[in-house]
């Protein structure tokens, strides 16, 4: 069961998604394992509380300072009056608790002094954090692959040195950076840091150095000059900098391609709490805002906001209020904001693969197909037997759903489901079906088309006390495509069965319940070129002899 956090990622100024949040949502993967979570296993009470279910608790709900050291007890026991006065002051406490928060100028460095005296933290330690979230957010977004060459402008503070740590990860991320490091620090900290980019040769490029044109030498331009200790108007060498990347997405109207700017933390230049005030500062496309999100990032406008910087530990959270949107599994960044227009006729791929040759397929389409699934297992692909099932009843119209390929045997390919489902019925009134495989990080499809038939009784009782226990109580509560009132019907009968078979050794299979094995008369495998010249070999059997064999043809892409 998933929880959408939809409601959750709105301002205080309730900026709430847009209607065709989900529209977008559909079409934009990173969003969208930013925006779900897993939410509890359901407790018999839970439709009782749903409305709770979508507002998060705050980070720290629950904290009582208990079990924690002398000196984050003492940290934490701000009274309940100075937190409401701290609160007041923020932002981020609003009375809509769907709101993500914004931290002032002051509410940011506070954060930083009490994360590094009373918390326990090292400078270096969060460093490494804020920029590794920064290199995994412009991963997330743009990939090596299309966007190699980075240049990392890196100011005096801390916002620079999290450009050098991020610099470092894009480096191991197969990217390539150039670092612009005019003013360095003298401290051990960034010293090493210097040095660590230096063994890996990474340049260093003086302000000089730097070509004419930033837009034709770089993909990225990483904004880490100023952070949220900025203050006043940016002072030489930075300045210039700065009207070099306002006057570089300005010429972006001539048609160049223009590299993209993802600025750490604060768009530099603009004021830490209003934002680009002359509104002549510079827009990048992305922010990665580390903590929490300053108050300048509600004027942020671009593609892609992300948050960074998974080390808020509870008692800072609960100190400050902070409401802030989970992250998704192990991930060192959750995207936030709203969804990114997307142009859905301008989504295209190009695709680049090694050429497939009539002289290298084995003239066995099952051989064939074994050695592509082998490649698709071993480039790490999740579930490669998914394959997408067409059937269609008597009256011709078809449909289509996915499935999961169990074997190949006898040259048939076999799943298994519900034979009193829509597709069961399907093919009980009309024995053909066909089967599609897509390997997207291959660039390859697998077209399967043929006759249907169920497998033995024993061999699907064989294969279904193969699963695992819960699918199998599953596969008897299910009534396949059936009208179900309600969820908890399910789970109440899944509870039910449960009991049932807790000592049981063997849970019977349901009668409705088995495999079907598909003979096929066509395979194709597809795999994408340039210029949509595509390679498509399909394989048809041909009698000859009174021997069944494969004749082989290239067909059109
Ligand atoms: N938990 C956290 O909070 C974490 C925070 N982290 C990071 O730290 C960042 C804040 O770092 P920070 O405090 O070092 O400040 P930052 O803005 O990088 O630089 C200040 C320098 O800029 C200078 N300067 C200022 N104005 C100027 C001007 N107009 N023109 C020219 N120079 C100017 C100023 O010089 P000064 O004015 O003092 O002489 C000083 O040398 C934060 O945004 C985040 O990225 C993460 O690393 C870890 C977790
Ligand atoms: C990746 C994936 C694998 C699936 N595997 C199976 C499967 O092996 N058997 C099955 O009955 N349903 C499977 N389903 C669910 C089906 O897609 C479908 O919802 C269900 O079989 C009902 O289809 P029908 O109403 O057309 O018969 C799978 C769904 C997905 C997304
Ligand atoms: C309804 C249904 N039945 C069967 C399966 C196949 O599962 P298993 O691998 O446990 O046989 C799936 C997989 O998603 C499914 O959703
Ligand atoms: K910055």
Redesign the pocket.
Known sequence: MWTILRDRITTRTTTTMPCSFLAQFHSFPPLRSALFEPSPPPSPHHHRHHRHRHLPPPLSSGFSGGGWSPAIRSFCSTSGCERRAMAGRLESCSSDPSSVSYLTQREAAEIDEELMGPLGFSVDQLMELAGLSVATSIAEVYKASAYKRVLAICGPGNNGGDGLVAARHLFHFGYKPYICYPKRTPKPLYTGLVTQLESLRVPFLSVEDLPPDLSTEYDILLDAVFGFSFHGAARPPFDDILRRLVGMRKSDQTNKKSPVIVSIDIPSGWHVEEGDISGEGIKPDMLVSLTAPKLCAKQFHGPHHFLGGRFVPPPIAEKYNLRLPPYPGASMCVHIGKAPQVDISAMRENYISPEFHEEEVDADPIKQFHKWFEEAVAAGLR?AN?MA?S?AGKDGKP?S????L?GVDEDCFV????YE????R?LSENPWASLLFYWESLNRQVRVEGSVEKVSNEESEKYFHSRPHGSQIGAIVSK??SIVPGRQVLHQQYRELEEKFSNVNLIPKPEHWGGYRLKPELIEFWQGQQSRLHDRLQYRPQEIDGRRVWKIVRLAP
Do not use: D, F
């Not at 759903?401 to 999961?404: E, H, P, Q, Y």
């Not at 799943?415 to 519900?418: S, V």
């Not at 489902?421 to 069961?424: E, L, M, V």
């Open positions: 579930e998914a099932l059937t449909s759903r996915m499935v999961l169990k799943w298994y489901t519900n489902s829509q597709k069961g399907q396949q495509s």
